[in-house]
């Protein structure tokens, strides 16, 4: 399987330093022993209040365990902003109820290179 990234969008940030908060505590979950994830990013516009989350991982288990990490912290990124996200790849069947389970949207890849 190839990787799987992931596109969220947040917008509509209702408070800037509580949101980039609730940011900084789901960087800090995600660090140290995370095995399979390749990136974890967030983009802020402050201007537009908008923040742009880019996120790859080797494996449906890779994201599982990042779910685990973060995701109770994400109700508190939810509160304070318009979340949107979809997925890019080919997830396994694991991976696939799981972005349901969040309402992602997942787009299977088609054709392309990329070079590391």
Do not use: W
Request: charged share 30%; hydrophobic share 45%.
């Amino acid at each position: 399987m190839s990787d799987i990234r992931f596109i969220a969008e947040c917008t509509k940030i209702k408070d800037i330093a509580k949101f980039k908060e609730a940011v900084s505590e789901a960087v800090a979950a995600a660090r140290g022993n995370h095995p399979g994830t390749k990136q974890y990013e967030y983009y802020i516009d402050e201007a537009n209040l908008r923040c742009v989350v880019i996120e790859t991982y080797a494996s449906t288990d890779a994201i599982a365990g990042h779910v685990a990490k973060v995701g109770p912290i994400f109700p508190k990124l939810q509160a304070l902003a318009d979340i949107s996200a979809e997925a890019f790849g080919d997830p396994d069947e694991k991976g696939l109820a799981m972005f349901k389970e969040f309402g992602v949207k997942v787009i299977p890849f088609f054709d392309g290179i990329r070079l590391d």
